[in-house]
T-cell receptor
Framework: DAMVIQNPRYQVTQFGKPVTLSCSQTLNHNVMYWYQQKSSQAPKLLFHYYDKDFNNEADTPDNFQSRRPNTSFCFLDIRSPGLGDAAMYLC????????????????FGPGTRLTVL | AQSVTQLGSHVSVSEGALVLLRCNYSSSVPPYLFWYVQYPNQGLQLLLKYTSAATLVKGINGFEAEFKKSETSFHLTKPSAHMSDAAEYFCAVSRDGMGTYKYIFGTGTRLKVLA
């Protein structure tokens, strides 16, 4: 089945120690998104890629970076995690096509729960 | 500015009772509308999405939603709640011109199903 995969599902890191979260997709979608979701809140968009074009949200801290080496993979790098960065990180994808609904529908991975000690 | 309102951050229903989760959007142009479900420590699973072909949309797990343009609403319903429906539900809106296919999420509604 075509899907969005996130690894690891649970990640524990130490305060200030860099961490990388991984997302891969078999949907061959052009757009990939990274969201941060804190407890009892809606997901908050950090940035997204349209193909190789990187689009950063204005309020995303510089501590968060992303890489997309190819269509299938996207990484979220947190350079110096703080306690406030503990959250669920969600990757999502959306496709292209003539249908607007196809372009606008996002498919989410299972998420990575990040704990910062 | 585009916004999405989900009335009721917590909703409790008895098992077998009707589920009604409310979503209202503000947009001068009919948007693309979605409902997602999120179980604890899981990602968001697409329940259903609005297509202009029909105002009543059927989704997975017995859920459906009705688009009412006059009320700018897209409420989610299920005739009979099951214990496994206990989860967080998010309404989301997207439309052309908002910025590349970005979602505006509602604040979410946590559904509790009572035995």
């Amino acid at each position: 089945d075509a899907m969005v995969i996130q690894n690891p599902r649970y990640q524990v890191t130490q305060f200030g120690k860099p961490v990388t979260l991984s997302c891969s997709q078999t949907l061959n979608h052009n757009v990939m998104y990274w969201y941060q979701q804190k407890s009892s809140q809606a997901p908050k968009l950090l940035f997204h890629y349209y193909d190789k074009d990187f689009n950063n949200e204005a309020d995303t801290p510089d501590n968060f970076q992303s890489r997309r080496p190819n269509t299938s993979f996207c990484f979220l790098d947190i350079r110096s995690p703080g306690l406030g960065d503990a959250a669920m990180y969600l990757c999502a994808t959306s496709g292209t096509g003539t249908s607007g609904l196809t372009r606008h529908t996002q498919y989410f991975g299972p998420g990575t729960r990040l704990t910062v000690l | 500015a585009q916004s999405v309102t989900q009335l009721g951050s917590h909703v409790s229903v008895s098992e077998g009772a009707l589920v009604l989760l409310r979503c209202n959007y503000s947009s001068s142009v009919p948007p693309y509308l979605f409902w997602y479900v999120q179980y604890p420590n899981q990602g968001l699973q697409l329940l259903l999405k609005y297509t202009s072909a029909a105002t009543l949309v059927k989704g997975i797990n017995g859920f459906e939603a009705e688009f009412k343009k006059s009320e700018t609403s897209f409420h989610l319903t299920k005739p009979s709640a099951h214990m496994s429906d206990a989860a967080e539900y998010f309404c989301a809106v997207s439309r052309d011109g908002m910025g590349t296919y970005k979602y505006i999420f509602g604040t979410g509604t946590r559904l509790k199903v009572l035995a």
